[in-house]
């Protein structure tokens, strides 16, 4: 990933500084790592006596193991189809890049650690995290839906179909508990 850059050429942009294509690539990682976080909640109800604080670290742990995978593939997919040889900054760029697939885990993680000091019951914050996480694709499908330049229609079917995916997710849940 790391080519020679020409003299005079603009340096590659910092994941650190906002663009639309960072913003986009950050977005679709925070999808990812919300999508990865509903799968998990919905994994842990099949336990029996299921606690705050354990569902919590399953939840952080989880997001942390989808992170590192995710940034395992994207390393050997480039350096497979761009022949490129890979450095320790190649991996820092893409663990930074990559990093909102953590962050879509941190609603269920605080959920989760506040029903652990029993501000409400276990049952109530898997209820919780699971319509935030829904909820958070709505809002990124709100939010990358486009402008005006788009029909109606489409911005709707898309933001509809983000939320039908979090939604259904939840439903084999409750399909699977009720067979």
């Not at 604080?53 to 742990?61: E, P």
């Not at 989880?62 to 189809?81: C, E, F, K, P, Q």
């Not at 039908?164 to 849940?173: K, N």
């Amino acid at each position: 990933m790391t080519e020679p850059v020409p003299p005079g050429a603009p340096d590659p942009p910092s994941p650190f500084e906002p663009d639309s294509r960072h913003a986009v690539l950050w977005l679709s990682d925070y999808v990812y790592g919300t999508i990865s976080t509903l799968v998990a909640i919905a994994g842990l109800t099949f336990e029996s006596h299921p606690e705050a604080l354990t569902s919590a670290g399953v939840v952080v742990f989880g997001a942390l193991a989808i992170w590192l995978a995710h940034t395992l593939s994207r390393l050997v997919t480039t350096r497979s189809w761009q022949h490129l040889t890979l450095n320790r900054s190649d991996v820092r760029a893409q663990l930074l890049g990559s990093w909102s697939i953590l962050a879509a885990a941190i609603p269920a993680t605080v959920i989760f650690t506040l029903s652990g000091v029993h501000l409400w019951e276990v049952k109530t914050a898997f209820i919780l995290a699971e319509v935030v996480g829904v909820l958070g694709l709505a809002v990124v499908g709100i939010g990358t839906a486009g402008g005006r330049e788009r029909p109606l229609a489409r911005r709707i079917l898309y933001v509809v179909g983000l939320v039908t995916v979090g939604v259904m997710i939840v439903a084999l849940e409750l399909v699977v508990h009720l067979l």
